[in-house]
């Protein structure tokens, strides 16, 4: 009897975390929210709109650029939360969610490991002390949304523009929740952050360009590996439906 009360309560622990019903997810993806970021930057505009697929449910992004060789250059933009490491559910200890510092290396670890800031706990990912700067953060976008931002300094004639994604809860067939078992990263993440890129060249500059998925990250955070087999990845690659990207020199 005691077993079969466990597999309930857990049955009804997932149920709590199931997504919202389809007619609101639609309201989101069609609802567009305004990101502007680096507005002192005396490089290049660039203007990213990501319009949400049908998985959309309040997903965590990094937006980023590297060279034509894959080396980090900035940050454009993420949200709050990874910025600072300071969650509005940081913590239930005493029964009750409340803001909290919380260390989530699994969230977005292909940009925080490309970043290459490592935390006094060894974690690539920012933290209180180490905090990614507000002129690249914001409010955390749960809909569709247009970021206007500017690179730094003027850019190299090819680069890359990089976006990374996640949400939690997202489980299939492959990423299960009992995967790795006793690792709570994992449980949160359930499918890996999806990487999306494109790449940007000034001299033969397109009037816009769709970034394509090129792989996953790692799905405990442990490293900065880029997965290129998207195989096992289903509703994870749904959380976008596109992501358009325009640059103005």
């Not at 894959?70 to 300071?86: H, M």
């Amino acid at each position: 009897m005691r077993y079969i009360i466990i597999i309930v309560t857990a049955s009804l622990l997932l149920a709590s975390c199931s997504p919202k019903p389809s007619a609101v997810r639609l309201a989101q993806r069609q609802t567009f929210t305004d990101v502007v970021t680096n507005t002192a930057g005396t490089g290049q505009e660039i203007e990213l709109r990501f319009y949400g697929g049908p998985s959309l449910y309040y997903p965590l992004m990094a937006v980023w650029l590297e060279d034509e060789e894959k080396e980090y250059i900035q940050t454009l933009f993420v949200p709050r939360a990874i910025a600072t490491g300071v969650f509005k559910y940081g913590s239930n200890s005493t029964g009750k969610w409340v803001e909290a510092a919380k260390r989530a290396p699994q969230t977005l670890p292909y940009w925080s490991h490309k970043r290459g800031i490592r935390a006094s706990d060894g974690l690539y990912m920012p933290d209180p002390d180490n905090p990614v700067a507000d002129a690249y953060s914001g409010a955390t976008p749960s809909t569709s949304f247009v970021l206007r931002s500017r690179a730094d300094n003027p850019l190299p004639a090819r680069f890359r523009v990089m976006f990374e994604v996640n949400q939690n809860w997202d489980w299939n067939e492959y990423w299960t929740n009992d995967k790795y078992p006793g690792n709570r990263n994992y449980l949160f993440n359930a499918q890996p952050a999806v990487v999306y890129e494109s790449i940007i060249d000034l001299d033969d500059l397109k009037e816009r360009y769709l970034l394509q998925p090129v792989g996953h990250s790692h799905p405990l955070g442990e490293t900065g590996e880029l997965f290129t087999d998207l195989s096992t990845i289903t509703t994870a690659l749904q959380i976008a439906d596109s992501i358009v990207v325009e640059v103005n020199k």
